[in-house]
């Protein structure tokens, strides 16, 4: 599988998943520069991770292909016509997709845990796991994002994350602040200062790197986590 990552808006990704004549898109952030990605390639199916939107805005501009989203969105993402409910697992060609119900940022919130025939599985996350970080509890509660962060982190060490926005460099900042002596942040800091200044991206990372550097799966139980949530809103 190659993986195309498409900047969306201010700092949005969305992500193009290419096998074998499949073209399935996460998240249909805005139309643009999605259908400059796809040039000549058709789009097989959208993967919706949440109903906001800076990640569903350009669904309806892709008319007649499969949209898939959480069931319990039904009535607020555009286009969803596959509702998933958690643990749903289908194919989109050599491509095993498993959706898991995480939520926390919203209710609805899916990641998509997608193995290839060959090559690494990746989970794409939306805004409930960033890099080094966790989305804002719009919906969910401390205690739902604590469960739905350790559930993606319990895919596998080896598993490539990618995620909803390009915040790991300010959430690296957090993550120094909140583990001062930690050295595994201070080393990613420097690696993600040097991507940055190139303007690439710093997706995907490892679970493995995630949980040596993210401080919200490095809490020790959802007390912990929902301090550093609120700590995190005010830091800057
Ligand atoms: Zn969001
Ligand atoms: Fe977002």
Redesign the pocket.
């Known amino acids: 599988m190659q993986v195309e990552i498409v900047p969306c808006l201010s700092d949005?990704y969305a992500y193009l998943l290419i096998d074998e004549g499949v073209c399935a898109l996460v998240d249909a952030c805005e139309a643009a520069p999605i259908r400059a990605a796809l040039g000549e390639r058709k789009l097989t199916a959208i993967l919706s991770t949440h109903h906001?939107h800076?990640?569903v805005g350009g669904n309806e501009a892709f008319p007649g292909i499969p949209i898939y989203g959480h069931r319990s969105d039904a009535d607020r993402l555009p286009g969803l016509n596959h509702p998933l409910d958690d643990g749903d697992t289908f194919q989109l060609g050599p491509l095993r997709i498993r959706a898991h119900h995480v939520p926390g940022h919203t209710l609805g919130a899916v990641a998509y845990e997608v193995t290839p025939r060959v090559g690494p599985r990746w989970v794409f996350t939306?805004?409930t796991f960033f890099l080094a970080g966790c989305g804002r509890l719009f919906e969910g509660t401390p205690a739902q994002m604590f469960t739905s962060l350790h559930r993606i982190a319990a895919l596998g060490d080896e598993v490539l994350v990618a995620c909803?926005?390009e915040y790991t460099a300010s959430n690296l900042k957090f993550a120094a602040h909140a583990e001062p002596d930690n050295e595994a942040v201070r080393a990613r800091i420097e690696a993600v200062a040097k991507l940055r200044a190139n303007n690439a991206p710093t997706v995907p990372a490892t679970i493995a790197v995630e949980k040596e550097t993210n401080p919200f799966l490095r809490a020790a139980d959802v007390a912990t986590l929902a301090r550093l949530r609120s700590e995190k809103d005010n830091f800057r």
């Open positions: 949005n906001h800076d990640h939306g805004d909803g926005h």
